[in-house]
């Protein structure tokens, strides 16, 4: 079921459809406003725009659900979210003119309480609805820097947050002249995008002109309808790679849960094969790392919400890599919450409606990912996890991502839609975690064409 609309400019017009056969929201707020009452602040629903695709994004609409009822918008809604919403819309947020129109109207008109997402195409059209509604939020221009890579860089710089030397290339033989001037490595990234599309090491002019042209057209999971155009040359970071997630509860209120340390693959892509989140990790303490990620949100202007910010260790201290204005995807909020208890869907959810969501860490332990990357290209021919490895307690799941008969590219010319499967372990220790995450990849065959391989997540 869906709401059914005429025009997104005429509210009158829109029914408002319950899915689970229970009345409306619309129908919920009519009978507590003829029953005097007054105060329908736990009624109010949430409105949220995007879905996603279940195995990633399921754990993080379950937990918004549990915080208040869920109003869906997305281009099709899917069906695997139905037992969360309490209704639903089918609007093309492409449409970005047309579909604000209708939100403004929608929200009103359901009484909503805040508007959120957790996905990176929609946090700019939330951000412009939550200021237009005057609805707890970040500024549509913070957000809009987070999602414009040289925005990011331009005010990182003005405001000396430790980043990355960063331009913005014109054309193949700009990026070429730019690179000779940083010194080779460089990196080359697409100017919006995300999940590591298009970020290619170069290491000579002819690398860059390519790596130059991947990031023009390089994408994953049809970002490139919401991106800005273009790409940057940036300096080459030396060192780990780690995301810290934070959530900002309001001017000059940031506070770090937790701290994931990245798996990478073989260069010149970045492809995170693994992440692992320990709530005993000292970097959750690190002074440096805090000042960099505290200078990074003032100097971007955010004010309130989850954050994922990805930062290098090098040895001249942490540089920070990028801003998302949104809880990171990839099942980290799992990890974080496997690991800590601290539950950073709902502390999204409850931000948007004007809270104060809890951060008490209950838990002191460990959880890992693990991503499984096609070692050769071609279709898929037969996927087994052999063993009694699905009878394992510390494994919390593992889902194949891709369906035999289907295609898939190896690196280095994959992204995060080559995946073949994932895998979320727990321990108590990080050190735990790494050695049951290898033990699942050894459990794993897949045959992709020709020849038999068995594949594992560490090359």
């Avoid at 949430?46 to 994004?57: D, K, S, W």
């Avoid at 957000?143 to 430790?162: E, N």
């Avoid at 002819?206 to 023009?216: E, G, I, N």
Wanted: charged share 20%; with cysteine; net charge neutral.
């Amino acid at each position: 079921m869906t709401w059914q609309t005429a025009a997104p400019t005429a509210p009158s017009s829109t029914r408002f459809l319950d899915v689970k056969g229970h009345p409306t929201m619309k129908d919920i707020a009519a009978t507590q406003a003829q029953s005097g009452q007054d105060d329908l602040s736990d009624s109010r629903p949430i409105l949220l725009l995007g879905a996603g695709a279940p195995e990633f994004r399921e754990y993080v609409l379950r937990q918004i659900a549990r915080v208040r009822p869920v109003v869906l918008v997305d281009q099709t809604p899917p069906k695997w979210a139905r037992p969360y919403l309490a209704a639903q819309a089918a609007v093309d947020l492409r449409d970005s003119e047309a579909s604000e129109a209708f939100l403004m109207s929608a929200a009103v008109q359901l009484g909503a309480a805040g508007v959120t997402t957790y996905m990176e195409h929609f946090v700019e059209l939330t951000a412009r609805l939550t200021h237009r509604l005057g609805l707890p939020g970040n500024s549509p221009t913070a957000v809009a820097a987070c999602r414009d890579k040289a925005t990011t860089r331009r005010l990182l710089a003005k405001h000396g947050v430790p980043s990355a030397s960063s331009f913005l290339a014109e054309d193949a033989e700009h990026a070429v002249n730019i690179a000779r001037r940083l010194g080779y490595p460089v990196v080359v990234k697409p100017r919006g995008r995300a999940g590591s599309a298009g970020v290619l090491r170069a290491d000579s002019d002819d690398d860059v002109r390519a790596a130059f042209h991947r990031a023009l057209v390089d994408s994953v999971l049809g970002l490139e309808a919401w991106s800005v155009p273009g790409a940057l040359v940036e300096e080459y970071l030396r060192g780990p790679e780690i995301s810290v997630e934070t959530v900002v509860l309001g001017p000059e209120q940031v506070r770090i849960v937790a701290v994931t340390r990245k798996s990478l693959g073989a260069e010149p892509q970045f492809q995170e094969i693994g992440h692992s989140v320990d709530a005993r990790d000292p970097l959750l303490t690190d002074p440096l790392i805090a000042a960099v990620v505290t200078a990074a949100v003032r100097a971007l202007g955010l004010s309130r919400g989850v954050l994922h910010v990805e930062l290098r260790l090098t040895g001249e201290g942490p540089r920070l890599i990028e801003v998302n204005s949104r809880p990171a995807g990839d099942l980290i909020p799992l990890l974080v919450e496997r690991a800590t208890g601290v539950n950073l869907s709902q502390a999204l959810a409850t931000l948007a409606i004007g809270g104060m969501p809890d951060l008490t860490p209950t838990r002191s332990e460990a959880a890992a990912i693990g991503f499984l990357y096609p070692e050769h290209s071609g279709f898929v021919e037969r996927l087994d996890a052999h063993g009694a490895i699905h009878d394992q307690l510390w494994l919390e799941r593992l889902v194949w991502t891709r369906d035999v008969g289907t295609q898939v590219t190896a690196p280095p010319r994959a992204s995060i839609d080559d995946r073949i499967a994932h895998w979320v372990v727990t321990g108590s220790t990080a050190a735990d975690c790494a050695k049951r995450r290898a033990l699942v990849a050894d459990h794993l065959s897949v045959r992709i064409s020709r020849p038999v391989h068995t594949t594992s997540c560490t090359r």
